[in-house]
């Protein structure tokens, strides 16, 4: 799977099926995990995201879950669909300061191609 | 419609030739930020501002300058650009200002610099 500062290029699903798509971490110290959808030629969009109190957390078709103990996170796809082509991002949030603000790294990105 | 605009879209320069890439929002957001997205990089960050005349610098702001006059513009400046910003360039904003959670993004600025 994905790792923060790794890259995994691909993955294919059959449209219909289910897709995961996985992602590591390495701050423990992290408390914030979000997911973004890049298609070609666009900036990337929010999915879905989760706090570090959250082991799962689901959107319209989307559901993220959170392992804090092996630092993984993953991103579920429910019956994918052609749209869902792109590729897909995680990123892990660390607050730097006292006043709260927070550092966000990305990782690479894994591309998902949906099989008709 | 709630966007981020950047303007341009596509860019060829050359090195030493200064430039600007604007960036808009019209969300009334706090948090903006510029990113830099490179082929087995990811996005990084290279400025971010929490308010009007409040900027920091992310990971990779050497040869990069910005302001924050208005709330809405967030602009990107090159003031002699190199061959190594080629890239491809995102601004971002954001609703928290302490957060730079369920960042905006903008459709992207590609810049090649000769």
């Known amino acids: 799977g994905e790792s923060v500062g790794l890259h995994l290029p691909t993955l294919s699903v059959q449209e219909g099926d289910n897709s995961i798509i996985n992602c590591a971490y390495s701050?423990?110290?992290?408390?914030?995990f979000i997911w973004y959808k890049q298609e070609s030629g666009k900036g990337p969009q929010f999915i879905i995201d989760?706090?570090?109190?959250?082991d799962k957390r689901q959107g319209q078709r989307v559901t993220v879950l959170l392992n804090k103990t092996v630092k993984h996170l993953s991103l579920q796809i429910a019956a994918t669909q052609p749209g869902d082509s792109a590729v897909y991002f995680c990123a892990e949030g660390d607050r730097i300061s006292n006043f709260g603000n927070e550092k966000l790294t990305f990782g690479t990105g894994t591309r998902l191609t949906i099989i008709p | 419609e709630a966007q981020v605009t950047q303007n341009p879209r596509y860019l060829i320069t050359v090195t030493g030739k200064k430039l600007t890439v604007t960036c808009s929002q019209n969300?009334?957001?706090?948090?903006m930020s510029w990113y830099r997205q490179d082929p087995g990089l990811g996005l990084r960050q290279i400025y971010y501002s929490m308010n009007v005349e409040v900027t920091d610098k992310g990971d990779v702001p050497e040869g990069y300058k910005v302001s924050r006059k208005e709330k809405r513009n967030f602009p990107l400046i090159l003031e002699s650009p190199s061959p190594n910003q080629t890239s491809l360039y995102f601004c971002?904003?954001?609703?928290?200002?302490?957060?730079?959670?369920?960042?905006?993004f903008g459709s992207g600025t590609q810049l090649s610099v000769l």
């Open positions: 971002a904003s954001s609703l928290g200002f302490t957060r730079a959670e369920k960042l905006f």
């Open positions: 989760i706090r570090s109190n959250m």
């Open positions: 701050n423990s110290a992290s408390d914030y």
């Open positions: 969300m009334n957001h706090e948090y």
